[in-house]
């Protein structure tokens, strides 16, 4: 059984910063891709950044220059350093991975159980 347990979430005013992990554990073989959503109420949930198991980052233009993803290969962690926020960033922030259980299984998407982050103006 795979989890992704997130930590990291909070209040803050405009202008600060949060820095979010979110650890994947269990009978794992491989992790791929890994990545940070939002939803925020009433909207859809949105691609924040993502980043390969090779480096290879994305982020969304909204966050493009704040925030920060990094990942720790080793611990099967990523992080997202989020700075200037905005009180449009509020939202719940998930994390995703895609993993691999086994060598000649395919990958599947697991997803963490969320982390609310608000930012007052």
């Known amino acids: 059984q795979v989890q992704l347990v997130e930590s990291g979430g909070g209040a803050v005013q405009a202008g600060g910063s949060l820095r979010l992990s979110c650890a994947a554990s269990?009978?794992?073989?491989?992790?791929?891709?890994m990545g940070w959503y939002r939803q925020a109420p009433g909207k859809q949930r949105e691609l924040v950044a993502a980043?390969?198991?090779?480096?290879?980052?994305n982020y969304a233009d909204s966050v493009k220059g704040r925030f920060t993803i990094s990942r720790d290969n080793a611990k099967n962690t990523v992080y997202l350093q989020m700075s200037s926020l905005k009180p449009e960033d509020t939202a719940v922030y998930y994390c995703?991975?895609?993993?691999?259980?086994?060598?000649?299984?395919?990958?599947?998407?697991?997803w963490g159980q969320g982390t609310q982050v608000t930012v007052s103006s």
């Open positions: 995703q991975a895609d993993i691999r259980l086994a060598v000649l299984r395919g990958e599947r998407s697991y």
């Open positions: 269990g009978s794992i073989f491989s992790v791929n891709a």
């Open positions: 980043i390969t198991s090779g480096g290879g980052i």
